[in-house]
């Protein structure tokens, strides 16, 4: 099983980047997904998880409304738009592949993480 997350970069304040994540190896579309981040210095966080079907998504309460998750079954690829982003989106973000075809928060559920891909918004 392999998960190649790109997109990241360096945006200022109130910009966007949207995060893609290629699977490959694992039966795409049974599977929920997650995006999380992890700062300098914090410990891993939970940003926004996405059902098999893409019909129920979660989010981090500081992401809501700015960042929206989606996939496409067919090209085995989750996403993760970001729009208005602040420093405090500043993390490596990861994507992460779940047993089990529910959308979930908790990181223990995942068996399968990418390499991450970093983000950085600058002020």
């Known amino acids: 099983v392999q998960l190649q997350a790109f997109g990241g970069g360096l945006v200022q304040a109130g910009g966007s980047l949207r995060l893609s994540c290629a699977a490959s190896g694992l039966a795409f579309s049974r599977n929920g997904m997650g995006w999380f981040r992890q700062a300098p210095g914090k410990g891993r966080e939970f940003v926004a998880a996405i059902s098999w079907s893409g019909g129920i998504a979660y989010y981090k309460d500081s992401v809501k409304g700015r960042f929206t998750i989606s996939r496409d079954n067919a090209k085995n690829t989750v996403y993760l738009q970001m729009d208005s982003l602040k420093p405090e989106d500043t993390a490596v973000y990861y994507c992460?592949?779940?047993?089990?075809?529910?959308?979930?928060?908790?990181?223990?559920?995942?068996?399968?993480w990418g390499q991450g891909t970093q983000v950085t918004v600058s002020s």
């Open positions: 992460a592949g779940k047993q089990g075809a529910s959308a979930s928060s908790w990181s223990q559920y995942y068996h399968y």
